[in-house]
């Protein structure tokens, strides 16, 4: 499967970005779908990831009720809103998928990233 994420940018701390990954492939709806951020000099950092059922949506600590995760099979679509930015949220952002691994970063698909600045 081929990943592309877009929708990053820069924005002032507290607003609002809305990140989005189009997928290929044919069975997208039996991948699980990972968000990570990496930030300069740092290792990739798990954000959030939806499993391919559709079942509960994991989020870190630091992201959880200030991001939402949501995947359309449909259009072979996930997304990522941020709402409340916080100058540490800058990162680039990746989208991954995987047909087994959910949290850790040992996906095997992974798209090209979005720059996300956020600006204090």
């Known amino acids: 499967v081929q990943l592309q994420a877009s929708g990053g940018g820069l924005v002032q701390a507290g607003g609002s970005l809305r990140l989005s990954c189009a997928a290929s492939?044919?069975?997208?709806?039996?991948?699980?779908m990972g968000w990570f951020r990496q930030a300069p000099g740092k290792e990739h950092e798990f954000v959030a990831a939806?499993?391919?059922?559709?079942?509960?949506?994991y989020y870190a600590d630091s992201v959880k009720g200030r991001f939402t995760m949501t995947r359309d099979n449909d259009k072979n679509m996930v997304y990522l809103q941020m709402n409340s930015l916080r100058p540490e949220d800058t990162a680039v952002y990746l989208c991954?998928?995987?047909?087994?691994?959910?949290?850790?970063?040992?996906?095997?698909?992974w798209g090209q990233g979005t720059q996300v600045t956020v600006s204090s």
């Open positions: 939806i499993p391919w059922t559709g079942g509960t949506t």
């Open positions: 492939g044919r069975t997208f709806s039996r991948y699980n």
């Open positions: 991954a998928a995987d047909v087994m691994t959910i949290l850790s970063a040992e996906y095997d698909y």
